[in-house]
């Protein structure tokens, strides 16, 4: 199973472009700082997404990028495929060459898994990360400060 950081990180900047945006355009330099991502590494990044149309960019004062699409209509594999990355857990690409130019024996297992894969990624919008990330922050404010102070030191 091949997902590299390009695939990672296109996502995470993308799920802090949905939290960061509140009517704004988001620099890449915040999402950097926020993220620990090199910024010209979120610029190749960015670049792609907007040619496939899920950010837009503002220029100027004040300019940055915001979300072409709402987050409902943004799944995390089209963010992955925008960035050239592909999922695949066969050895030869989809390529049935996995073994001395022949097709192996688990081939079709493989590929079932990259569609079954895929199948989930394109079931989880940038809406379900936002929902799952605001929950989160929710249970760990709404603890009493008694325990929020006894997790701390954990």
Same mark, same amino acid.
């Given at each position: 199973?091949?997902?590299?950081?390009?695939?990672? +990180?296109?996502?995470?900047?993308?799920?802090?472009?949905?939290?960061?945006?509140?009517?704004? $355009?988001?620099?890449?330099?915040?999402?950097? *700082?926020?993220?620990?991502? @090199?910024?010209?590494?979120?610029?190749? &990044? +960015?670049?792609?997404?907007?040619?496939?149309? &899920?950010?837009?960019?503002?220029?100027? $004062?004040?300019?940055?990028?915001?979300?072409? &699409?709402?987050?409902?209509?943004? @799944?995390?594999?089209?963010?992955?495929?925008?960035?050239?990355?592909?999922?695949?857990?066969?050895? !030869?690409?989809?390529? *049935?060459? !996995?073994?001395? *130019? =022949?097709? !192996?024996?688990?081939?079709?297992?493989?590929? @079932?898994?990259?569609? =079954?894969? +895929?199948?989930? &990624? *394109?079931?989880? @919008?940038?809406?379900?990360?936002?929902?799952?990330?605001?929950?989160?922050?929710?249970?760990?404010?709404?603890? $009493?400060?008694?325990?929020?102070?006894?997790?701390?030191?954990?």
């Amino acid at each position: 199973m091949r997902l590299t950081t390009k695939g990672r +990180f296109a996502v995470t900047a993308m799920l802090d472009l949905a939290l960061n945006e509140d009517g704004r $355009p988001v620099t890449l330099a915040d999402i950097s *700082e926020r993220q620990s991502i @090199s910024l010209s590494y979120l610029e190749q &990044l +960015f670049s792609r997404l907007r040619q496939s149309g &899920l950010v837009k960019s503002v220029r100027g $004062p004040g300019g940055g990028y915001r979300l072409a &699409l709402a987050l409902n209509e943004v @799944s995390v594999s089209a963010i992955i495929h925008a960035v050239d990355e592909q999922i695949d857990a066969t050895q !030869c690409g989809g390529n *049935e060459n !996995c073994q001395d *130019e =022949k097709r !192996c024996m688990t081939h079709d297992l493989w590929t @079932s898994l990259n569609h =079954k894969i +895929f199948d989930y &990624l *394109e079931g989880v @919008s940038l809406q379900h990360l936002v929902a799952a990330q605001q929950a989160e922050k929710v249970v760990v404010i709404s603890q $009493p400060a008694s325990k929020r102070a006894l997790g701390a030191g954990v």
